[in-house]
C-alpha cells in the first residue's frame, strides 16, 4: 500500500513538472508579447499657401531651403548656369548644377521657379542647419519629429503620416517658409543627403502614407512618342547618382555593358506588354491600380515575380528589381539608400556592373558580377 502511494506520488510529481515546462514554453507562442514601439511625439503640421502652423514652431528656413519657390535665377547666382537639363516628363525641367563640394546638386523647375532641390555629399551652410554624417540623436537637438501632417493645396486638406521606418531614416521637417525637407539617413542612421521641396512637390512625389484627402496626382506631359530621349537622360543621371553614393560608402563604381543596358530595356518591354503572364490575379489587380488609377502606392516585383520576367528575357542569373511609379530617379535612389534592406542590396563589395531601364513612370536595376561581363564600356 506504502510502495503504491509513493508511485502515485511520483507520478502527480512528473505530471506537474510535464505541464510546467509546457506553460514556460507555449506561452511565448499562444501569449506573445507586445513589443512597445517608441515613436515621437504626435503633432500635426498645418499649411497653407505660404505659411505654416505647428502645434510646435517650425525651424527657421535656410540654406537651399530659402530658394524653394525662388525664380531659377537665385540658384544660378550661387551655382552658376545648370551643366545639364532635361525635361522630366511631368511638367517640370531637371536641372544639374556644379557644387563647391565633390557632391551631388539638382533641382526641379516648374514654370521658372524651383521647386525642389535635392543634394547629396554637400555640407555646411547650402544645408544648415543640418549637416552631412549627423545622426539622429544630432537631429533631435534641432528638431523634433512629428509623424503626422495636415496639408492644405488648393483648399484641400490632406492627412499624411509617417511610420516609424520613415521616422528613423526618412523624417520630414518643415520650415517657417511654408517648404518642407525630407532628409536620408543611412542605415548607419548618418544623414546622407537632402530634398527640399515645395508643398505640391511633396504631394505629388507621395513619400508617405495617405491618410485622408485627395493630393494633386503627377501627370505626364508629354506624348509616349516623346520619352525615350527623357529616360535615357534619367537612366544616365541614376548611373552617376549610384556610383557617387557608391564611392561615399567606399566601395569600387558600378561598371556597364552594352549587353546589360539593353536586358534592362528589353525587361520593361516584356513585363509591361503582358504583365499579367507574370502575376497572379491579386498581384496583377495591385499592379493595375498603381499604374491605371494612379493610386497613392507603389508596386515591387517580388523576387519570385523577378526571376519569372528575368527568364523570359532569357537572363536567368541577373539580380535586380523592378519598382512603379518612379517620377524622380535622384529622389528614388536617394529613398532606396536610405532603407535598410534596399540598401544592402548597393552594398555587395565584389565588383558589379548594373544597369538601369526607365519607360515613363516604370525603373528596373538589373547587377551582374563583373567577371561575367563581356562587352565591359
Given amino acids: 500500500m506504502k510502495e503504491h502511494w509513493i508511485k502515485k506520488r511520483w507520478f502527480i510529481f512528473l505530471l506537474f513538472l510535464v505541464l510546467a515546462f ?41 540654406g537651399f531651403a530659402k530658394l524653394i519657390g525662388k525664380p531659377e535665377k537665385e540658384l544660378e547666382k550661387q551655382y552658376g548656369k545648370p551643366t545639364e537639363s532635361y525635361d522630366s516628363g511631368y511638367g517640370f525641367t531637371i536641372k544639374h548644377y556644379q557644387s563647391d563640394d565633390p557632391g551631388y546638386l539638382e533641382a526641379s523647375i516648374k514654370d521658372g521657379k524651383i521647386a525642389a532641390v535635392k543634394t547629396t ?29 495636415t496639408i492644405v493645396n488648393d483648399d484641400k486638406a490632406v492627412e499624411i503620416e509617417l511610420m516609424e521606418e520613415d521616422l528613423n531614416y526618412r523624417p520630414l521637417v518643415t520650415f517657417d517658409n511654408g517648404t518642407y525637407s525630407i532628409l536620408f539617413f543611412n542605415a548607419e542612421s548618418k ?9 505640391e512637390m511633396l504631394l505629388k512625389l507621395a513619400p508617405y502614407n495617405l491618410v485622408q484627402g485627395t493630393p494633386p496626382k503627377m501627370e505626364a506631359t508629354v506624348s509616349e512618342d516623346q520619352w525615350e530621349p527623357i529616360d535615357q537622360a534619367k537612366e544616365k543621371q541614376g548611373y552617376q547618382l549610384f556610383n557617387l553614393l557608391r564611392e561615399q560608402d567606399q566601395l569600387e563604381r558600378y561598371d556597364t555593358t552594352f549587353t546589360l543596358q539593353g536586358q534592362s530595356r528589353d525587361f520593361l518591354s516584356r513585363f509591361l506588354k503582358k504583365p499579367a503572364n507574370y502575376l497572379e490575379e491579386n498581384r496583377y489587380e495591385n499592379f493595375r491600380k498603381v499604374t491605371e488609377d494612379a493610386s497613392n502606392a507603389v508596386f515591387m516585383l517580388s523576387g519570385q515575380e523577378f526571376s519569372e520576367v528575368a527568364r523570359a528575357v532569357e537572363v536567368p542569373d541577373i539580380d535586380g528589381f523592378f519598382e512603379t511609379p518612379c517620377y524622380d530617379p535622384t529622389f528614388q535612389i536617394l529613398s532606396w539608400y536610405s532603407d535598410p534592406f534596399m540598401h544592402n542590396r548597393f552594398m555587395k563589395k565584389d565588383p558589379q556592373a548594373m544597369a538601369i531601364g ?3 513612370q516604370n525603373m528596373v536595376i538589373l547587377f551582374e558580377d563583373v567577371k561575367a561581363t563581356k562587352d565591359s564600356d
Fill in 22 to 62: 509546457l506553460v514556460v514554453y507555449l506561452q511565448p507562442i499562444f501569449f506573445p508579447r507586445q513589443v512597445q514601439t517608441i515613436r515621437p511625439q504626435d503633432s500635426q503640421a498645418i499649411v497653407e499657401g505660404g505659411n505654416t502652423t505647428l502645434q510646435a514652431e517650425p525651424i527657421a528656413a535656410a
Fill in 191 to 199: 544623414l546622407i543627403g537632402v530634398m527640399y521641396l515645395t508643398t
Fill in 121 to 149: 555629399g554637400i555640407d555646411g551652410e547650402p544645408i544648415a542647419p543640418f549637416q552631412l554624417n549627423m545622426s539622429m540623436g544630432d537631429l533631435a537637438e534641432i528638431t523634433m519629429l512629428y509623424p503626422n501632417f
Fill in 358 to 360: 526607365i519607360l515613363a
